[in-house]
């Protein structure tokens, strides 16, 4: 069995002690969940996992032909390589064996008549056949085309950044290693794309191990969590519902055992309020003890729920309004007379692919940018507040409670209360230990979330949210949620969160496209459930257009499709061979219900590949007929 094991791993980061002495093993086919709060340190286990990074102390432990492959959160990528070049330049064998094929195929075009060359390529056609090369050439430009990429030849360093860590997702796929990583995998994907890489990790053969914030994608891809909190790790069987469930019991027990502490610690500081008269060894064991006790009660999370309803400014009836508004960029159009009233107490969630100007809208309400034409009103009572994807105006040289203190000092609660800035920071997972922390320390995520606290501390009445799921962890965003519940004032955000929708939106403004819009009153689940499928959609297009003849498109056949077409009636033949052996087998296995299961597994797998080489045979004898 292929496993890897993590024994005593210690790591700090300048002063801080991210995790001391934890272990775990993750054996074959588990799926494992990292979570934590930002700052805890998940980034880094995963890179010491992965052997990019080293503990202080403790051993990784795998067998020599283990293969680890690590999606980073910011890939690096050589500008100048194409797409298909980045995806092939991992240091899996079977990549290795892809580029040097292609190498020899421009050689040989170079020098045709070079019979050192041919003997090459011959033996390379050998081991692309018996280690199955066109298969994952065939799979790396699917992998490529399902993540949104079709030009397989652009430079890297023409690509966006979203665009670059979907070029690096693939590459991390193809290469199928042991145990894939993935730190934050989701983001910048859209639904589609999302649903189709829960579905390919589903039937990933290795493991995993990943962080993301995508509570819907962790539920539905994992079958194992680990929690990282307070420098040590626990380990919950089951996926992300299982976990929530364990994680709430095993808090009770805490805060059960806490209380007796507590109890225990009454108890002592009344003896040492007595005072010892005589100074004898058990009397100092008993003030050793009550030492003991001091530090660990004094270092207990406590668990209780500080409900914080924050007031907001007052809101009149007017908030916003777009009237007849029109936006474009170059030929891009963005905005088409388009009309919007958002009313008091409005929660609208804005979706839409990449580029279609999520993003530009909120900049539009926030008075960023200006309309091209039409208006904008604004209630003279609204006070925005735009959590941006980006941290502004913050002096990275100033503590936590400083910075936070610049804008308000104390809160004001729905019932007429006040709440402190540090009572703040604590509800937003800032331990009052860290409150006099440099800001340069904080790890990105937690520059996120104080970024996010600093912006709510000014008591908005209108918030409008960019992406904040990218970078917070799954504890803050259900503070966040938390809060937004009992927020008084309007929502306004842009998310692919399927699970932040959910719970925070129930009016969906859908940005379709060349100005394109249409508003959905409900959720985001219940919106993609009753959303037309690409098919379906396709289908009432090509009703709805007239048809124009389309001039015929030749395409010749390449060297590698005339050899798969050549071989791929006996493939199609050999597999369906099999799945007719896995039929007579299954009649005869009787009670043996771990053959059965294997059998029904290798029947799902032969089905899948079928499908897929039939696809195959329809596009090749297209391509044939232009011979």
């Keep these: 069995m292929k496993m890897i094991t993590i024994e005593n791993v210690t790591k700090t980061y300048g002063e801080k002690e991210l995790f001391k002495g934890i272990s775990f093993t993750?054996?074959?086919?588990?799926?494992?969940?990292?979570?934590?709060?930002?700052?805890?340190?998940?980034?880094?286990?995963?890179?010491?996992?992965?052997?990019?990074?080293?503990?202080d102390s403790g051993d990784i432990i795998s067998g020599k032909d283990y293969k680890i492959s690590f999606l980073s959160q910011q890939p690096e990528m050589e500008p100048d390589r194409s797409v298909l070049d980045q995806v092939f330049s991992g240091d899996a064998p079977i990549l290795k064996l892809m580029r040097d094929y292609e190498k020899v195929l421009a050689d040989l075009s170079i020098n045709p008549e070079d019979s050192k060359v041919q003997e090459i390529?011959?033996?390379?056609?050998?081991?692309?056949?018996?280690?199955?090369?066109?298969?994952?050439?065939?799979?790396?430009?699917?992998?490529?085309?399902?993540?949104?990429?079709?030009?397989?030849?652009?430079?890297?360093?023409?690509?966006?950044?979203?665009?670059?860590?979907?070029?690096?997702?693939?590459?991390?796929?193809?290469?199928?290693?042991?145990?894939?990583?993935?730190?934050e995998p989701t983001n910048h994907l859209d639904y589609e794309t999302v649903k189709w890489l829960e579905d390919y990790?589903?039937?990933?053969?290795?493991?995993?191990?990943?962080?993301?914030?995508?509570?819907?994608?962790?539920?539905?891809?994992?079958?194992?969590?680990?929690?990282?909190?307070?420098?040590?790790?626990?380990?919950?069987?089951?996926?992300?519902?299982?976990?929530?469930e364990a994680k709430a019991i095993r808090e009770e027990n805490e805060a059960a055992s806490l209380e007796k502490k507590k109890n225990l610690f009454r108890q002592e500081l009344e003896w040492i309020r007595r005072g010892a008269k005589a100074r004898t060894t058990k009397q100092k064991a008993r003030i050793q003890r009550f030492d003991k006790l001091d530090e660990e009660v004094s270092n207990v999370k406590s668990n209780e729920k500080l409900d914080i309803a924050l007031s907001g400014s007052r809101l009149g009836k007017q908030v916003l309004e777009l009237k007849d508004a029109c936006k474009k960029y170059e030929d891009k159009v963005i905005l088409d007379q388009f009309n919007l009233l958002v009313k008091p107490g409005d929660r609208l969630g804005i979706i839409g692919r990449n580029g279609t100007g999520k993003s530009t809208l909120l900049n539009i309400l926030s008075g960023r940018i200006q309309l091209d034409s039409g208006e904008i009103l604004t209630g003279q009572?609204?006070?925005?507040?735009?959590y941006t994807q980006e941290n502004e105006d913050m002096d990275e040289n100033k503590r936590v409670i400083e910075y936070l203190k610049e804008t308000a000092e104390i809160v004001h609660t729905t019932d007429g209360k006040t709440i402190s800035a540090a009572q703040m920071l604590e509800r937003f997972l800032f331990p009052p230990y860290a409150h006099g922390t440099l800001i340069r320390k904080l790890s990105g995520g937690e520059k996120r979330r104080l970024y996010l606290l600093k912006l709510l501390m000014e008591e908005p009445n209108v918030l409008l949210l960019d992406e904040p799921t990218n970078d917070l962890d799954t504890q803050t965003l259900t503070v966040l949620e938390d809060y937004l519940e009992?927020?008084?004032?309007?929502?306004?955000?842009?998310?692919?969160?399927r699970y932040f929708l959910d719970k925070v939106v129930?009016?969906?403004?859908?940005?379709?496209?060349?100005?394109?819009?249409?508003?959905?009153?409900?959720?985001?689940?219940?919106?993609?459930?009753?959303?037309?499928?690409?098919?379906?959609?396709?289908?009432?297009?090509?009703?709805?257009?007239?048809?124009?003849?389309?001039?015929?498109?030749?395409k010749k056949m390449t060297?590698?499709?005339?050899?798969?077409?050549?071989?791929?009636?006996?493939?199609?033949?050999?597999?369906?061979?099999?799945?007719?052996?896995?039929?007579?087998?299954?009649?005869?296995?009787?009670?043996?219900?771990?053959?059965?299961?294997?059998?029904?597994?290798?029947?799902?797998?032969?089905?899948?590949?079928?499908?897929?080489?039939?696809?195959?045979?329809?596009y090749l004898s297209e391509l044939a007929e232009n011979e």
């Design 486 to 497: 009992d927020f008084p004032g309007v929502v306004i955000t842009v998310s692919h969160d």
């Design 559 to 618: 060297y590698m499709e005339k050899k798969e077409w050549s071989e791929i009636d006996a493939d199609i033949a050999k597999v369906e061979e099999r799945l007719e052996g896995i039929q007579s087998e299954m009649v005869k296995i009787g009670s043996d219900f771990e053959k059965g299961q294997a059998l029904m597994n290798e029947e799902a797998e032969l089905n899948e590949k079928l499908e897929h080489l039939i696809e195959r045979w329809s």
């Design 506 to 554: 129930d009016l969906l403004l859908v940005l379709e496209g060349e100005g394109q819009t249409s508003l959905y009153f409900g959720n985001y689940t219940d919106y993609l459930e009753k959303k037309p499928k690409p098919e379906a959609q396709d289908a009432v297009q090509r009703k709805d257009k007239p048809e124009q003849p389309e001039k015929p498109k030749k």
């Design 26 to 55: 993750i054996g074959e086919k588990e799926r494992v969940g990292l979570i934590g709060v930002n700052g805890t340190g998940k980034s880094s286990l995963l890179k010491i996992v992965a052997g990019i990074d080293q503990p």
């Design 121 to 183: 390529l011959y033996e390379l056609q050998r081991r692309m056949d018996s280690e199955d090369g066109w298969d994952a050439n065939t799979a790396a430009k699917t992998i490529l085309m399902q993540l949104g990429i079709s030009d397989f030849s652009k430079k890297m360093g023409e690509l966006s950044g979203g665009q670059k860590k979907r070029v690096a997702l693939a590459q991390v796929l193809i290469e199928s290693p042991d145990l894939l990583i993935l730190d």
């Design 201 to 244: 990790l589903s039937r990933y053969s290795g493991s995993l191990l990943l962080v993301t914030h995508d509570r819907y994608f962790l539920d539905r891809v994992t079958n194992r969590m680990f929690e990282l909190d307070g420098g040590s790790l626990y380990s919950y069987k089951g996926n992300y519902a299982s976990f929530l």
């Design 381 to 386: 009572t609204v006070r925005v507040a735009y």
